[in-house]
């Protein structure tokens, strides 16, 4: 009798430990599930990139060196943790991963430039490539199988705007909606530095890609009114907040001339140990009383000048915002940015 309770005990613990096991070392599942996906996409599609056929090549070694990478990180972590000295197993076994980080490094290097020197001509659709006559081999490669690289690849590196301003975030996402499609936001509470605004908005940009510890874009916006020698400039929020509308009026009251030019800067930042890059756009404009609905800013008095230099007709506030959104400070800094990140597709994902 007894002997048959201490089988049950037995049992029930290993049971439990069985099931602790199991609960405990569930992440390495979902951890495999991405290289796992890889290899098996690639050996199933393995002649369908004739544009680059090391694509799926690339995609089975990366899955089947980042499966082991990670298996030797789970036997280590699984076997090897109560062992007080260091033996000879773990030390072959942290050599082998020194070994497969370094090849890793370098096949994601080959991966990058498989991957992106296609990306703009790439074509997943046989059929018309056919009807055009154009070769297949020069521009085909198979949907799933490129797509994934480049996802694989870029997973990383998804910008993030960061921004404590809602109306500035609706204007980002609506200009970059094309060029950026996976644009992340964040809002978090930069402290507004001192300065010109170039370097205001690289010490903005700076603290925010340590906060986010990735890419990230930010802006700085200012208003100059010209009589004032470029004043408020970056300061134009508290001026704003102080003074309303009116009273930005009426600092210029004293002065004919009511030009003013709107500026954004941008800054982006690859990651917290890289210097920031700045691209700055100006729309001139005039001064004037407020017109429009009171949404945003100090939209409802400024009056951009059309094309050809003269006082247009309508402020930022009475325009649609699309109209905003193409001629806009704002727009054209971004359209800098657009041209950088068209050089560099790794952060388009
Ligand atoms: O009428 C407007 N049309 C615009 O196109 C526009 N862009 C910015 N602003 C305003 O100008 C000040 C500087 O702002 P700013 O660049 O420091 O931004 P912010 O502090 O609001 O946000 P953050 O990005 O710094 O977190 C703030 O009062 C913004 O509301 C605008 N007003
Ligand atoms: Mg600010």
Known sequence: MNAIKLEMNNKQTNDIICKSFCLKNIWILFIIILPLSGIIIGFIFRNDCPLEKYIPLWEIINGFITIIFLLLIFITKQFF??????????????????LLIFFLFLWFICGNIWVYKYYRIVKYDKQ??????????????????????????????????????????????????????????????LP?????????????????????????????????????????????????????????NKLLAAYDDKTAYAQCVFAFC????????????????RIVPARGPNTFGWDPIFQPDNEQGQAGEKTFAEMDKTIKNQISHRSRSLQLVKDYFDKHPEYVS
């Open 192 to 248: 507004e530095y001192q300065g010109e605004p170039e370097q205001i908005t690289k010490g903005k940009a700076i603290l925010a890609a340590q906060r986010i510890n990735g890419p990230i874009l930010v802006e700085d916006t200012s208003l100059h009114f010209n009589a004032l020698h470029g004043l408020p400039g970056p300061y134009i929020k508290w001026f704003l907040d102080k003074l309303g509308h009116d009273g930005l």
């Open 81 to 98: 943790h109560e062992i007080q000295y260091r033996n000879w197993s773990i030390f072959i076994i942290d050599q082998l991963k020194i």
């Open 270 to 285: 690859a990651g917290p140990s890289h210097q920031p890059i700045t691209f700055t756009g100006r729309c001139p404009g």
């Open 128 to 189: 018309i490539l056919l009807s055009n006559k154009k070769t297949i081999e020069n521009f085909y490669c198979n949907k799933i199988v490129y797509l994934y690289a480049f996802c694989y690849l870029s997973r990383k590196m998804v910008v993030t705007y960061v921004t404590g301003n809602k109306n500035k975030l609706v204007e980002v996402q609506a200009i970059l909606a094309d060029a950026l499609p996976n644009l992340r936001s964040q809002d978090l509470d």
